[in-house]
C-alpha cells in the first residue's frame, strides 16, 4: 500500500509561483507513475500532469502546458509540480495519486488507486 502527502499549497497573487511536492512512501514507491490532479469548488477534479516512474516520459494537459512543470526525484521518493504565472482559475485543492502502472496512462482516475489528501491553492490579490 503506498501513502501519498502533498504539500506546498498556499496563498500566492496573481501571476505568481509555488511548487507543489508529493511524498510518496510505500513498498516499490518509486515504480509507479504519479499524476497530478486538482478540483475546484463546483467542478470535477481535472487531470493536469503525470509523470513516468523514472521520469523519463511526462504528460501535460493542454490548459498547463507551458506553466506547468513535473518532476520527480527518486532518491526523495518525491514528485514536485511547479506551477508559474498563476491565475485565479487555478484556485483548487490539488491531489497527486499514484497510478496503477509505471507509464503514464491519461487522467481516468480508475488508473490511479492511492490518492493524497490534498492541498489548496489560492490565487487572489
Known amino acids: 500500500q503506498l501513502q501519498l502527502v502533498e504539500s506546498g499549497g498556499g496563498l500566492v497573487q496573481p501571476g505568481g509561483s509555488l511548487r507543489l511536492s508529493c511524498v510518496v512512501s510505500g513498498f516499490t514507491s518509486d515504480y509507479y507513475a504519479i499524476g497530478w490532479f486538482r478540483q475546484a469548488p463546483g467542478n470535477e477534479r481535472e487531470g493536469l500532469s503525470c509523470?513516468?516512474?523514472?521520469?523519463?516520459?511526462?504528460n501535460y494537459a493542454e490548459f498547463v502546458k507551458g506553466r506547468f512543470t513535473i518532476s520527480r526525484d527518486n532518491a526523495k521518493n518525491t514528485v514536485y509540480l511547479q506551477m508559474n504565472s498563476l491565475s485565479p482559475e487555478d484556485t483548487a485543492v490539488y491531489y497527486c495519486?499514484?497510478?496503477?502502472?509505471?507509464?503514464?496512462?491519461?487522467?481516468?482516475?480508475?488508473?490511479?488507486?492511492?490518492w493524497g489528501q490534498g492541498t489548496q491553492v489560492t490565487v487572489s490579490s
Open positions: 509523470i513516468s516512474s523514472s521520469g523519463g516520459r511526462t
Open positions: 495519486a499514484s497510478s496503477k502502472y509505471s507509464y503514464c496512462s491519461g487522467y481516468v482516475s480508475r488508473n490511479y488507486n492511492y
